[in-house]
């Protein structure tokens, strides 16, 4: 019998006092990017892959992570149970042998939700856990009943204890289970499946997540011992096995930093080559960013993709939906970008109930959109938009800011950066590469 758990949870991260206070970004209009610049790691396969150290006997070694503010943060929190990590640039090497602690502090779980996560790869390989509620992006009510509810039926006992959820496997190990997820959840599948490579027999997971980063993290979960099956689809089977071993794993590319660069150049009428790329790595967002006036030119033995905008750009209705739909974290960029087409257009945000937190900023800056309810927008396009002081309400939000910045007359400061800096590699020199006038005030 499963408890009833129903956890909501709405912190925001906890920002260094420093940087909350003086970074911005101060952005000239840009007469259009042009240049190449490389595609890092993405930020949310190498959050649940970093954590998966947990699961292995040995080291996991990593390639191509990227260095972001996210990355750091769960390497910390990973320090903090004593997993050892060393790092040479995108390389990392964690050994998580002589875990002691299984305990995350408030601290560092409070500024990402992936904090989560570490949940299950605790409970399947030590039998108990004690982790904060997350943190995160601010972007309504963020439950992690889903997590919590799917390791329960895999036999952990699990309740909330000043203000931390803390899990405990009365029996030798996790028992493998049916889990059938009611809405489609990353994280949770990815807790769950993490969990189910050291449970005892076999796991289905049901209306599982089809997301690369998932595909990703079971790659690598496979290199170390896993034995896993049907990732990419919504159903995974996972067969239990009784330890994870070392493996060497290297991170796939941020899909969301290459189509937020992708806009930015069709705001800007650019061209550019992004390097790092694989060759499918918009999925069906290529058709969007087509329909829409790019024109996109793949070189498959380079690795690389041109962006080029080619007319006008018309409006696109889009409602994000879970992969391989439109993807909720492209939903801000590309409300800049429906702003600058002609036309109306109509934005349905399905996934998050408070991510329309950039409006307000985007009409300090001349966007014309009227925000029908929480999950509706209605966009008119502009000629142009204006320089203003704008906030970066959370990450995507952030880079939407930048592309509106980027279009604007006159000069733009975005402020509360540490958000763009918790999922975007130095954007900064990748935007003065493209031949951007962009500085950091305030930076550490
Ligand atoms: C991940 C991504 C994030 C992306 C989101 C949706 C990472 C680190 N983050 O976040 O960038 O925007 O997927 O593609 O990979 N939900 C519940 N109960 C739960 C868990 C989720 O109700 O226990 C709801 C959420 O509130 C949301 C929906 O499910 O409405 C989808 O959220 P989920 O897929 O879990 O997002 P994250 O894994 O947090």
Request: glycine fraction near 4%; proline fraction near 3%; aromatic fraction near 6%.
């Given at each position: 019998m499963v408890p009833p758990i129903w956890i909501e949870h709405t912190t925001s991260p906890l920002p260094r006092k420093d940087l909350f206070v003086h970074s911005k970004l101060i952005i000239e209009k840009s007469d259009g990017l042009f240049g190449n610049i490389d595609i890092d790691g993405s930020k949310n396969a190498a959050l649940p892959i970093?954590?998966?150290?947990?699961?292995?006997?040995?080291?996991?070694?990593?390639?191509?992570?990227?260095?972001?503010?996210?990355?750091?943060?769960?390497?910390?929190?990973?320090q903090e149970l004593n997993i050892k990590v060393n790092k040479n640039e995108k390389s990392f090497q964690l050994d998580a042998t002589n875990i002691s602690s299984f305990t995350s502090s408030y601290e560092l779980a409070s500024k990402l939700r992936a904090s989560v996560l570490v949940l299950g790869p605790l409970l399947a390989r030590f039998g108990k856990a004690k982790v904060p509620l997350p943190g995160g992006c601010s972007l309504g009510m963020r439950p992690v009943d889903l997590h919590i509810k799917s390791l329960s039926q895999m036999g952990a006992k699990i309740f909330m204890e000043h203000g931390y959820i803390v899990g405990e496997v009365p029996s030798e190990r996790l028992i493998g289970t049916d889990i059938t997820f009611e809405i489609v959840s990353v994280g949770a599948t990815q807790n769950a499946l993490m969990a189910a490579t050291l449970a005892k027999g076999h796991t289905k997971i049901i209306n599982a997540a089809k997301e690369p980063e998932i595909v990703d993290l079971c790659h690598c979960l496979r290199k170390a011992g896993a034995k896993i099956v049907g990732d990419g689809t919504s159903v995974i089977e996972i067969e239990g096995v009784e330890?994870?071993?070392?493996?060497?794993?290297?991170?796939?590319?941020?899909?969301?930093?290459?189509?937020?660069?992708?806009?930015?150049?069709?705001?800007?009428?650019?061209?550019?080559?992004?390097?790092?790329?694989?060759?499918?790595v918009f999925?069906?967002?290529?058709?969007?960013?087509?329909?829409?006036?790019?024109?996109?030119?793949?070189?498959?033995?380079?690795?690389s993709v041109e962006i080029r905008s080619t007319k006008n750009i018309n409006s696109i209705d889009v409602k994000t939906a879970p992969y391989p739909d439109f993807p909720t974290d492209i939903q801000a960029p590309w409300m800049?970008?429906?702003?600058?087409?002609?036309?109306?257009?109509?934005?349905?945000?399905?996934?998050?109930?408070?991510?329309?937190?950039?409006?307000?900023?985007?009409?300090?800056?001349?966007?014309?959109?009227?925000?029908?309810?929480?999950?509706?927008?209605?966009?008119?396009?502009?000629?142009?938009?204006?320089?203003?002081?704008?906030?970066?309400t959370d990450l995507r939000a952030g880079f939407a800011l930048i592309i509106a910045a980027l279009v604007a007359d006159g000069i733009s400061e975005i402020s509360h950066t540490y958000h763009i800096d918790r999922g975007y590699v130095d954007v900064v020199g990748k935007l003065t590469k493209l031949g951007v006038n962009i500085t950091k005030k305030g930076a550490i």
């Open positions: 970093l954590v998966s150290s947990i699961l292995c006997c040995g080291t996991l070694s990593l390639k191509n992570v990227p260095d972001l503010l996210d990355v750091h943060n769960i390497v910390n929190l990973l330890k994870l071993h070392s493996a060497e794993h290297t991170i796939i590319p941020d899909r969301i930093e290459a189509a937020s660069y992708a806009i930015a150049t069709l705001a800007t009428n650019g061209s550019i080559i992004l390097n790092n790329i694989t060759p499918n999925g069906t967002f290529k058709d969007y960013l087509e329909k829409a006036g790019a024109k996109l030119t793949f070189f498959d033995e380079k690795n800049v970008l429906m702003c600058l087409a002609v036309g109306k257009s109509i934005i349905e945000e399905t996934i998050f109930e408070n991510r329309f937190t950039h409006v307000p900023e985007l009409t300090k800056m001349g966007a014309n959109i009227k925000v029908l309810s929480n999950h509706e927008a209605l966009v008119h396009g502009i000629s142009k938009f204006t320089s203003a002081q704008v906030k970066a």
